[in-house]
């Protein structure tokens, strides 16, 4: 199940106002702008005097010391993924879950991991409240899901120091990484795309700033 298609959200002037500033940005998938222009992103914070500002094209704090990503970010890396309906999809760190609502109403099926068990709890309760239901997972996301994989894509949500690669042998061959790669506050976007069993080619997209992905879990 999906958001609803004919429920009427709040805000929905704000979210166009949203998706005109991502295209003069540059975002150019109709998909990706069509689902954000959708989601109720206001519903994924934590206090409600904050609905009014959801729409703004920056990073808010969600607790646990995470953040929700900036609309723009959510929607160029769910670009770089270039999901197909069906897609198998590894999501690394679900935070307040919004990425994953991207991911599911772009017709993917979606294997989410949280590290944090206070935002794990959180996430899966507001997800559901709305109408997606992932696959939900409480552990660490440098180990990835073994036992589902392969994946179509993988999508990492925060810096990781370097390519975990637990993660590059849960990707398919002709499957594809999204992945915020760097040692301090700034990432590169890397997409990696494996080509056979062994080879792997990689591209830069451009510097980002996440939190970073850290090992283990948090109770």
Do not use: C, W
């Amino acid at each position: 199940m999906k958001v609803e298609k004919n429920k009427k959200y709040p805000y929905q002037e704000l979210r166009n106002s949203l998706i005109r500033l991502l295209r003069e940005k540059g975002i150019t998938d109709e998909a990706v702008l069509a689902v954000i222009s959708k989601i109720p992103r206001h519903l994924f914070f934590i206090d409600t005097a904050f609905h009014i500002h959801a729409y703004k094209d920056q990073a808010f704090s969600i607790g646990a010391g995470q953040t929700i990503s900036q609309p723009y970010t959510v929607a160029f890396q769910s670009q770089l993924l270039d999901i197909k309906a069906g897609d198998k999809i590894l999501e690394v760190g679900t935070g307040s879950g919004y990425q994953t609502a991207v991911l599911i109403e772009l017709g993917a099926t979606v294997y989410t991991i949280e590290r944090q068990r206070e935002l794990f709890i959180r996430a899966q309760q507001q997800l559901h409240d709305i109408g997606y239901f992932p696959k939900f997972f409480y552990g660490d996301g440098y180990e990835g899901k073994v036992v589902f994989a392969p994946y179509n894509k993988i999508i990492v949500t925060a810096g990781a120091p370097s390519i975990p690669q637990a993660l590059l042998k849960q990707l398919a061959v002709g499957g594809r990484m999204v992945i915020p790669v760097g040692e301090k506050d700034v990432q590169k976007m890397l997409i990696i795309d494996r080509i056979s069993e062994t080879k792997f080619t990689q591209k830069d997209y451009g510097s980002f700033a996440f939190v970073p992905l850290l090992k283990g879990t948090e109770k």
